[in-house]
């Protein structure tokens, strides 16, 4: 059982505090009891179909790339606190607010600090004993994403390079000229490098905002896989979502656009390192989060 520091509920711009049992006076009149949180530091269910082999002893080996885990349940043993019944009533009314709404639930404890989020299905069970000072409610969510994130991002920045001479020059009767010299054909590359600490692979989300004439491409220097936006990129930002795979503007997909889908991701416990081709100014950020099973 792991010893939690504390918890919150965060919805509809509405944040409460559930302090662990530590604590000398809770925040909200909300507790974490000593039961604590089911299904936070457990791997979800995997998505894992063996095809048994007809001829053969075991099942088909199964592809790294198709391991995939379920939606993440979690429970919270929570308690609502207060000088009187009253008091432990608005408590639990603050608790029952969060019903219905998508919830993003964070944890803190003695090692880590991460948090789910997403459309939340959310129970209360406060069969629990009934005291003037405390009540019991067992709360119930079920998160989309399986994966546990840290509060804290990593981020990443580039920057379109000024103009080079990166462009081999030709005569006009198509002889190429010596000694070598080179145009304005294209433009210097920024590289960024992010880190994900955790134990699955993260993946970023990628925003290029200003004035890029041409798009831009972004190319893993490890691998040489790139992600490439065709468009010019104006005053509206491009975001690309590499977990959906999608590119939006203004919140409209824009995936359309893209001319290369080299989506990339930070491996666990590694790094990712991108390099900017484009022209123009701005800046492209890519931010990323340690991301937990």
């Keep these: ?5 504390y918890a919150e509920l965060s919805f509809g711009g509405t944040t409460l505090r559930l302090d662990g049992l530590d604590a000398p006076e809770p925040r909200d009149g909300l507790m974490v009891t000593s039961e604590g ?5 457990d791997s979800p269910d995997l998505k894992v179909t063996q095809v048994e082999r007809v001829t053969g002893d075991g099942a088909h080996d199964v592809p790294e790339g198709e391991i995939l885990y ?5 429970v919270l043993h929570a308690s609502a606190v207060g000088p009187s019944r009253a008091g432990t009533l608005a408590a639990m009314d603050r608790l ?4 219905g709404r998508s919830v993003r639930l964070r944890v803190v404890d003695e090692t880590s ?3 789910v989020e997403g459309h939340a299905s959310l129970a209360v069970d406060q069969s629990g004993k009934w005291d003037p000072h405390w009540q019991l409610a067992t709360l119930t969510f079920g998160f989309p994403r399986p994966e546990r994130l840290s509060t804290a991002s990593r981020v990443g920045l580039m920057v379109p390079g000024a103009p080079s001479t990166q462009g081999l020059v030709w005569s006009e009767a198509g002889v190429l000229l010596w000694p070598l010299s080179y145009g304005n054909a294209a433009a210097t590359a920024s590289v960024c490098t ?5 134990t699955y692979p993260a993946t970023p989300v990628i925003t290029a905002a200003g ?3 041409d798009g831009f ?3 893993d220097v490890a691998t040489g896989s790139q992600l490439a936006y065709g468009q010019p990129v104006r005053w509206q930002p491009v975001v690309l979502d590499c977990r959906s795979r999608v590119a939006t503007v203004a919140g409209v997909d824009v995936t359309r656009a893209l001319t290369s889908r080299g989506w990339p991701s930070v491996p666990a416990g590694g790094s990712l390192t991108l390099a900017l081709t484009a022209s123009g100014t701005g800046q492209v950020e890519v931010s990323c989060h340690d991301t937990y099973i």
């Design 211 to 213: 004035d890029m004439p």
């Design 70 to 74: 379920a939606a993440r349940t979690v």
């Design 113 to 115: 600090d991460t948090y």
């Design 1 to 5: 059982m792991h010893e939690v520091e």
């Design 37 to 41: 949180i089911e299904g936070w530091w």
């Design 96 to 99: 029952r607010a969060c019903m």
């Design 194 to 198: 992010v880190a994900n600490r955790g």
């Design 217 to 219: 491409v972004l190319t």
